[in-house]
């Protein structure tokens, strides 16, 4: 089964407005990181978190390890936030270092 | 930020060949990973290595590859022989440390094998 899920698998926002981005763990995660994947394919690292909060710009993300969960907020979408956004969790049990990934979540702004 | 190089980023050959990806990691960094991504799907873990050793590797990661960092130089990712579901996009990352280390990813190498 899934070990990161994120939800919704796709959205589409109207510039402007906010949205939140959720990923559930069913792996006991001790780090967690976001990227987006641009239209172009690079992956941009937006967070690298320990269990807390961390904000950036518009950007905010938040990591519970005790209720296996982490959230990112877009505030004030822009269009050059389109594209696919993946969470992504070191766990324990598992060899450190490696990443499992979720299966992303495709995002459209439209103007 | 840093940035870690792949070359090349776009790569078609023949069922058959052989293929060297190869990865620059950040400069400072000690564990170096490839990932794979087929067309739309999810980013999925083949292997890490690290002091001149592959730690783990995944099930994806199939006898045919190999991966070596000769002397410091570039980080490789070999296929040999290559197999039409090899055609992805490969990604390599760098990390400092592991454990407690953002890992940095490159902006992947597209395999085609017809």
């Known amino acids: 089964g899934d070990k990161v899920k994120q939800s919704p698998s796709a959205l589409s926002l109207q510039e402007g407005t906010n949205s939140a981005l959720r990923c559930n763990f069913s792996?006991?995660?001790?780090?967690v990181q976001w990227f987006l994947q641009n239209p172009r394919g690079s992956l941009i690292n937006l967070f690298y978190?320990?269990?807390g909060t961390k904000e950036n710009g518009r950007l905010k993300s938040a990591f519970d390890s005790k209720e296996s969960y982490s959230t990112l907020h877009i505030r004030d979408a822009q269009l050059e936030d389109s594209g696919t956004y993946f969470c992504a969790a070191e766990a324990r049990n598992y060899n450190q270092g490696k990443l499992i990934f979720g299966q992303g979540t495709k995002l459209s702004i439209k103007p | 930020g840093p940035k870690v190089l792949q070359i090349p980023s776009h790569q078609i050959i023949d069922m058959g060949q052989m293929v060297t990806l190869n990865c620059d990691p950040v400069s400072n960094h000690l564990y170096f990973y490839w990932y794979k991504q087929i067309l739309g799907q999810q980013m999925e873990f083949l292997v890490n290595f690290y002091n001149g050793k592959v730690m783990e590797k995944s099930k994806l990661f199939k006898d045919q590859f190999s991966v070596e960092r000769p002397d410091g130089s570039y980080f490789t990712l070999k296929i040999q022989p290559t197999a039409l579901e090899d055609s992805a996009v490969y990604f390599c990352?760098?990390?400092?440390?592991?454990?407690?280390?953002?890992?940095?990813f490159g902006e992947g190498s597209k395999l085609t094998v017809l």
């Open positions: 978190l320990v269990p």
């Open positions: 792996i006991a995660a001790t780090t």
């Open positions: 990352a760098s990390s400092l440390r592991q454990g407690t280390g953002q890992l940095y």
